[in-house]
């Protein structure tokens, strides 16, 4: 369901419904707002059993009062690949474009991807990989990735523990090359360090902030 307010938040409309899916399963609702300020929902997606996880995105064109038909955004990295299927996902917008962004699981490399839009949400087209950490884990790790869009170049963040040590990364990428451009740690080595994780990033212009949770010398930060 989603709600709506367009009064700063100081009352709300009633709840819509927004998964009309039949027989299907949902999780994980993850909502951005178009440029004409029409809301679109992606969601994770399954058969009635729990099983061919992926994500749907579906959209209004009349402010949140009704929604379309989902459509795919996920499974690009090859017809056996599924979503990871306890990790939330982050759907982010600018202009036309929207970004699908998920951890993908590809007989368990579990990096995170994008589905990308160019027509406003109306259908994914193609996506590419945004991590290329290579982790392989037999099991979901239950963190998902978080992202925005500024011009050409999307930025996503993402737990990754593909060197072996549970760490949070940056990466940019050219949706135009649909291609990762650069991709770093958020972080030097920091004395104590044990993990990272749920990384979660903002942008306000060109100013963007970061912020995630570690634990260094077994103390929550």
Same mark, same amino acid.
């Given at each position: 369901?989603?709600?709506?307010?367009?009064?700063?938040?100081?009352?709300?409309?009633?709840?819509?419904?927004?998964?009309?899916?039949?027989?299907?399963?949902?999780?994980?609702?993850?909502?951005?707002?178009?440029?004409?300020g029409h809301p679109i929902v992606a969601f994770m997606k399954f058969n009635?059993?729990?099983?061919?996880?992926?994500?749907?995105?579906?959209?209004?064109?009349?402010?949140?009062?009704?929604?379309?038909?989902?459509?795919?955004?996920?499974?690009?990295?090859?017809?056996?690949?599924?979503?990871?299927?306890?990790?939330?996902?982050?759907?982010?917008?600018?202009?036309?474009? =929207?970004?699908?962004?998920?951890?993908?699981?590809? =007989?368990?490399? &579990?990096?995170?991807?994008?589905?990308?839009?160019?027509?406003?949400?109306?259908?994914?087209?193609?996506?590419?990989?945004?991590?290329?950490?290579?982790?392989?884990?037999?099991?979901?790790?239950?963190?998902?990735?978080?992202?925005?869009?500024?011009?050409? =170049?999307?930025?996503?963040?993402?737990?990754?523990?593909?060197?072996?040590?549970? &760490?949070?990364?940056?990466?940019?990428?050219?949706?135009?090359?649909?291609?990762? =451009?650069?991709?770093?740690?958020?972080?030097?080595?920091?004395?104590?360090?044990?993990?990272?994780?749920?990384?979660?990033?903002?942008?306000?212009?060109?100013?963007?902030?970061?912020?995630w949770k570690q634990t260094v010398n077994s103390a929550s930060q």
């Amino acid at each position: 369901y989603i709600i709506t307010s367009f009064n700063g938040g100081a009352s709300f409309l009633p709840p819509v419904r927004v998964d009309y899916i039949s027989d299907s399963l949902s999780r994980f609702p993850t909502v951005a707002v178009d440029a004409k300020g029409h809301p679109i929902v992606a969601f994770m997606k399954f058969n009635s059993s729990f099983l061919k996880s992926r994500w749907v995105v579906t959209k209004s064109t009349d402010f949140g009062k009704s929604f379309t038909k989902d459509v795919l955004a996920s499974g690009y990295s090859g017809p056996n690949s599924e979503v990871c299927d306890c990790c939330p996902g982050a759907l982010v917008t600018s202009g036309n474009t =929207s970004a699908m962004l998920y951890r993908d699981n590809l =007989s368990n490399i &579990r990096d995170i991807w994008s589905g990308v839009s160019n027509n406003n949400g109306t259908s994914f087209d193609y996506g590419f990989r945004v991590d290329s950490t290579n982790w392989m884990i037999m099991s979901c790790p239950s963190s998902g990735p978080d992202g925005v869009i500024l011009g050409d =170049s999307l930025y996503s963040v993402f737990l990754s523990g593909g060197s072996g040590s549970y &760490r949070a990364y940056l990466s940019k990428s050219s949706l135009s090359n649909r291609a990762v =451009s650069s991709i770093s740690r958020l972080t030097d080595n920091i004395p104590g360090l044990g993990q990272q994780n749920y990384p979660r990033i903002a942008a306000d212009g060109d100013a963007m902030a970061i912020v995630w949770k570690q634990t260094v010398n077994s103390a929550s930060q």
